[in-house]
């Protein structure tokens, strides 16, 4: 099942621009692991200070390769320094709710214009 990964940074003043180019570098790499499937970087209207992104994996087990790569554990290093606060990950999984497809059909009402 797909999953969400969460990362909360917030960067020192002055260092934004140094943080977006080294994130857009990292997705470019990330692209390629396994179980990749997208990912997007947003910044806070409140405090712009503050950088969430957002990446999709097919399942937590490809996250936990990728985050365990050399790669990824030097990008943190060199990122750790321009960052205020320590990096925050979560993640997350999707919540489904079982439906019984014929009872929820049995109870929708049907009509057809003029009848």
Known sequence: MAVK??????????????????????????????GYISGETLRSIEDPSLHLVISTWKRIEDWNNWFNTRERKA????????????????????????????????SLEFSVDGE
Do not use: C, M
């Open 5 to 34: 990964i969460l990362i909360y940074r917030k960067v020192r003043p002055g260092k934004e621009k140094e943080l977006s180019e080294a994130v857009r570098n990292l997705r470019s790499k990330a692209i390629h692991a396994e």
């Open 75 to 106: 990008f943190q290093e060199k990122i750790d320094v321009i960052l205020e606060e320590p990096t925050k990950i979560a993640p997350y999984e999707y919540e489904f709710l079982a439906v019984n497809v014929d009872e929820a059909l049995s």
